[in-house]
Each structure stands twice: as structure tokens, then as C-alpha cells.
């Protein structure tokens, strides 16, 4: 029952900013790396950012000098901040986490959730 929830969508105008969070919860031991990634309408899903449990950060091309990933361990979060926004932003934005349980944190899962819609306006 281990859950990814995410918060903070909506509609922005172009050259705004948006910041969205993911809280996990449930019966959670260890979280390696998590991160967030996008699906426009007739799209693949993309990788936007992602962070490791030590902080380590990547981002995609597209997102790179204008988005920002973070988490908080303690608290199960991570946020994804953006600015200078664009109309191809776009898209539904789903959180992904690999999620450790049992005796020693020894098994894991990817897990999304279920996503939050950011639909930027020109």
C-alpha cells in the first residue's frame, strides 16, 4: 500500500513558475532514487529531473537551467520547481520512486503516482 501523491498543478500563464510536491507514504523502509517525469496527449513519457537518496540530480535537456529537484528524506517529499514556463510544459507530471521494504530495506519497487496536471497557457 505504498503511495505517491502529487500536488501543486494548475494552469499558469507562459513565463510563470510552478512548484510540485510528492509526499510517499506507507510501509516504506528506504527510498533510492526518485524523480519526476512528464506525458503530453500523444506523447511518451519523458524524464524531467531526478535526485538520488544522497541528493545527486539530473535533467533532462528540456528542463535543464530552469527547473529545480529536491527532497527532503526525513519527511518523504521531493518538488519539482519550474520557471520560465512554457506551452509545451505541458503535460501531466507523475512521480516515480524506487521504494525499499522488508528486513533491511533488501526489496524494492518502482512506484509512480498518480499524477498532476500542468497546463500552461501562451
Known amino acids: 500500500q505504498v503511495q505517491l501523491v502529487e500536488s501543486g498543478g494548475g494552469l499558469v500563464q507562459a513565463g510563470g513558475s510552478l512548484r510540485l510536491s510528492c509526499v510517499a507514504s506507507g510501509p516504506i523502509s528506504y527510498i533510492n532514487t526518485m524523480g519526476w517525469y512528464r506525458q503530453a496527449p500523444g506523447k511518451q513519457r519523458e524524464l524531467v529531473a531526478s535526485?538520488?537518496?544522497?541528493?545527486?540530480?539530473k535533467y533532462a535537456k528540456s528542463a535543464n537551467g530552469r527547473s529545480t529537484i529536491s527532497r527532503h528524506n526525513a519527511e518523504k517529499t521531493i518538488w519539482l520547481e519550474m520557471n520560465s514556463l512554457l506551452p509545451e510544459d505541458t503535460a501531466v507530471y507523475y512521480c516515480?520512486?524506487?521504494?525499499?521494504?522488508?528486513?533491511?530495506?533488501?526489496?524494492?519497487?518502482?512506484?509512480w503516482g498518480q499524477g498532476t496536471q500542468v497546463t500552461v497557457s501562451s
Open positions: 516515480n520512486a524506487d521504494i525499499c521494504s522488508g528486513i533491511f530495506a533488501s526489496t524494492c519497487e518502482e512506484r
Open positions: 535526485i538520488t537518496a544522497g541528493g545527486r540530480t
